[in-house]
């Protein structure tokens, strides 16, 4: 066993024996099974519109900066599966559950509404949207149970639109103003950037009754031991010159930073969908259960971030030499293997989202399901999703951007939140 290998082994063992992953969750009763006349189709689609989201936010300007892109997930996937549970009646509904004649085709339904879903989101990419849309339908020959397919997903991606339209995602954060006690929260070298979604915690979860419901316990003192062992290991191996860190973990460290998390997980996913030919209802279930699970994780970790107003590594290593902790000797010129993200640094974002993931994948496939994972033209192999959540969370340490403190923390609540969406999908 290699040395990556070894260390995700040991850690992970440690994070079962913790409770902070478990074993497969989800299987449950089998759903009653599909009208014999739904034509349920392949989940190719489902994977061709979670592409086309990924596209679209590579347009930096395709939403407000203030718009977290896991609610557009959450949303297209959400509207996919409610239209083809109508029809199909492959599981409880997430939210609606449309009236539809028997015949009615589940693959019109799924890209009728996560067209609509698109389009509303996203009306300047109408043009691409369309196209793709006449694209899908095309496969599917004319008929009047086509036609009520379309029906339903219209019917279903109006019905959620509407309902989120006031959620909060639109509002604008307050000024953020920094304090200069000993472990609170200021804009980060080298450029000192706002800090972003300040008020995301307070948007109105999908799932979750409210942000704050897996709230993790507040973070011990920046004046403790515990603050500088974890403080002392980032100083050390997350350092931009750092000896003690490998090539292979600055590497890992990269490539995890590379692309938004959230799209790294969910195209592992559309790699699932598409290796082993899921059907529609799978694909649909697959994406609802990791995009809800997503979109909710960050609700709660930005909830918790400004909650507790936690400082950077950066910050602490800089300040080091002002004594706020004895077992901390401070270097005014530390500096980050890579940029600092512009927010708080408890709990770990990249912990709790790949840890909710990972999570939920695992109730889906199982533990040990190898992975090949790209990302911008590099590849990594794993031997199941924890592993991988695993990496993702220690390269934020071997990056320079959290503390082990951070990514417990993460991984807690990305667990918990993978629960509870899992119990009510």
């Excluded at 260390?7 to 599909?34: E, M, R």
């Excluded at 940029?339 to 974002?349: E, L, Q």
């Excluded at 220690?394 to 503390?403: N, P, Y």
Aim: glycine share 8%.
């Amino acid at each position: 066993m290699g040395g990556k290998q070894k260390t995700l082994a040991v850690l992970a063992g440690t994070a079962l024996a913790a409770g902070l992953i478990s074993p497969a969750f989800g299987a449950g009763a089998a759903p009653s099974p599909a009208p014999p006349t739904a034509a349920t189709g392949s989940g190719t689609s489902v994977v061709e519109w979670n592409r086309e989201l990924i596209t679209i936010l590579g347009d930096p300007k395709a939403q407000p900066a203030t718009v977290q892109p896991t609610r557009s997930f959450a949303l297209l996937q959400a509207a996919e599966y409610d239209a083809v549970v109508s029809i199909t009646r492959a599981g409880p509904a997430y939210l609606f559950s449309v009236s539809a004649p028997r015949g009615t085709r589940a693959d019109a339904a799924a890209d009728q509404a996560a067209h609509d879903v698109l389009v509303a989101l996203y009306p300047t990419e109408r043009a691409g949207v369309d196209q793709r849309l006449k694209s899908q339908l095309s496969a599917i020959p004319g008929s009047p149970d086509k036609q009520a397919g379309t029906t339903v997903g219209a019917e279903v991606a109006r019905r959620l639109m509407s309902l989120r339209s006031n959620d909060g995602s639109s509002a604008q954060p307050p000024p953020f103003r920094a304090d200069d006690k000993a472990g609170d929260y200021r804009p980060t070298p080298p450029d000192f950037p706002t800090p972003v979604f300040a008020n995301w915690g307070s948007v109105k979860p999908f799932v979750l009754a409210s942000g704050r419901q897996f709230r993790p316990a507040a973070p011990p003192p920046v004046s403790s031991a515990e603050y500088a062992t974890a403080l002392n290991e980032v100083k050390s191996l997350g350092s931009k010159t750092s000896t003690t860190r490998t090539p292979d973990q600055t590497t890992a460290a990269k490539f995890w930073a590379a692309a938004p998390v959230w799209n790294v997980w969910n195209e592992i996913a559309q790699n699932l969908v598409t290796s082993q030919n899921a059907s529609l209802d799978n694909a649909v279930k697959v994406f609802a259960r990791l995009d809800l699970s997503l979109a909710d994780t960050t609700i709660a970790l930005y909830d918790a971030k400004y909650a507790y107003r936690i400082w950077r590594p950066v910050t602490a290593v800089r300040l080091g030499s002002t004594h706020y902790n004895p077992r901390i000797v401070g270097d005014p010129s530390w500096s980050p293997l890579l940029t600092t993200a512009p927010d708080p640094s408890y709990p770990s974002a990249h912990a709790a989202l790949s840890q909710a993931a990972a999570t939920t994948l695992t109730g889906l496939y199982g533990a040990r399901h190898h992975l090949t994972v790209t990302s911008k033209g590099t590849t990594r192999t794993y031997a199941g999703f924890q592993d991988a959540a695993t990496e993702a969370w220690l390269t934020r340490i071997w990056a320079g951007q959290h503390t082990s403190i951070d990514n417990s923390a993460g991984q807690q609540l990305g667990m918990q939140v993978a629960h509870f969406v899992a119990g009510h999908l």
